[in-house]
T-cell receptor, first 115, second 117 residues
Framework: AQSVAQPEDQVNVAEGNPLTVKCTYS??????LFWYVQYPNRGLQFLLK??????LVKGSYGFEAEFNKSQTSFHLKKPSALVSDSALYFC?????????????FGRGTQLTVWP | DTEVTQTPKHLVMGMTNKKSLKCEQH?????MYWYKQKAKKPPELMFV???????INESVPSRFSPECPNSSLLNLHLHALQPEDSALYLC????????????????FGDGTRLSIL
C-alpha cells in the first residue's frame, strides 16, 4: 500500500525566515516524489520532483526539497519565506514503473507566512 | 496561466439537472484525469484515461459519466447528483509514463466549483 504523511496541518513562519514543510512516505520500491502548491481558487501547481540522483532538488519560486532515503522523507524548504508563499502544499508520490503515473497525495499542509 | 482549461469555472445545479464539465489541453498529453476535491483536502482520483480509453474508475457512482472524445478533450457528465457531490472538480493531464515520459508531473486546471442545491 502507498501512503504519504504530512504531519503538520498548519505551518506558520515570519516573512524572511526559512520554512520547512514535512513529508514522509511509505511506498514499495523507489517512488517518484512530488510537491504541488495550491493557491485559493486555483488548481494544483507543480513545484518540483525527485526522480533519482542528487538528494537536493531545486524547483520553482525558490523552493527546494531534500530527499532522505533512510528516513523516507522529502521535506520542502525555502531559505527565505515570502507572504505570497502562503498556500496549501501537497506532497505526492507515484510508483516507479507505473505508466499512468498515478499520484498518492498527503493530506496537505497550510502554510501561512506573516509579514 | 494554466495550460489545462476547464469550463465552466462555477456551476450550480439542482439534483435533477443534467450538466457537463469540460476540460481541454493542447500539450500532447495522452493521459487525462478527473479529481474531486473538498475544501482543504487532497484531490481524490475519480477517473483516468489513457489514449482516450478509460483506464481507471475509482468506484465512482454512475451519476458521474466521463467521456474522452479525442486526445485533447475530457468531459464529465453529471446527472441526478447529491448535495455531498458539491466540490471542486479538477482535471489534469500528463504524458504517459513510458521511456522519457516515465516521470512527468501532472498539469492541473483551475477546476470547476460545483454546488448542488
Amino acid at each position: 500500500a502507498q501512503s504519504v504523511a504530512q504531519p503538520e496541518d498548519q505551518v506558520n513562519v515570519a516573512e524572511g525566515n526559512p520554512l520547512t514543510v514535512k513529508c514522509t512516505y511509505s511506498v514499495s520500491g523507489n517512488p517518484y516524489l512530488f510537491w504541488y502548491v495550491q493557491y485559493p481558487n486555483r488548481g494544483l501547481q507543480f513545484l518540483l520532483k525527485y526522480i533519482t540522483g542528487d538528494n537536493l532538488v531545486k524547483g520553482s519560486y525558490g523552493f527546494e526539497a531534500e530527499f532522505n532515503k533512510s528516513q523516507t522523507s522529502f521535506h520542502l524548504k525555502k531559505p527565505s519565506a515570502l507572504v505570497s508563499d502562503s498556500a496549501l502544499y501537497f506532497c505526492a508520490v507515484s510508483r516507479r514503473g507505473s505508466t499512468l503515473g498515478r499520484l498518492y497525495f498527503g493530506r496537505g499542509t497550510q502554510l501561512t507566512v506573516w509579514p | 496561466d494554466t495550460e489545462v482549461t476547464q469550463t465552466p469555472k462555477h456551476l450550480v445545479m439542482g439534483m435533477t439537472n443534467k450538466k457537463s464539465l469540460k476540460c481541454e489541453q493542447h500539450m500532447g498529453h495522452r493521459a487525462m484525469y478527473w479529481y474531486k476535491q473538498k475544501a482543504k483536502k487532497p484531490p481524490e482520483l475519480m477517473f483516468v484515461y489513457s489514449y482516450e480509453k478509460l483506464s481507471i474508475n475509482e468506484s465512482v457512482p454512475s451519476r458521474f459519466s466521463p467521456e474522452c472524445p479525442n486526445s485533447s478533450l475530457l468531459n464529465l457528465h453529471l446527472h441526478a447528483l447529491q448535495p455531498e457531490d458539491s466540490a471542486l472538480y479538477l482535471c489534469a493531464s500528463s504524458h504517459l509514463g513510458q521511456g522519457p515520459y516515465s516521470n512527468q508531473p501532472q498539469h492541473f486546471g483551475d477546476g470547476t466549483r460545483l454546488s448542488i442545491l
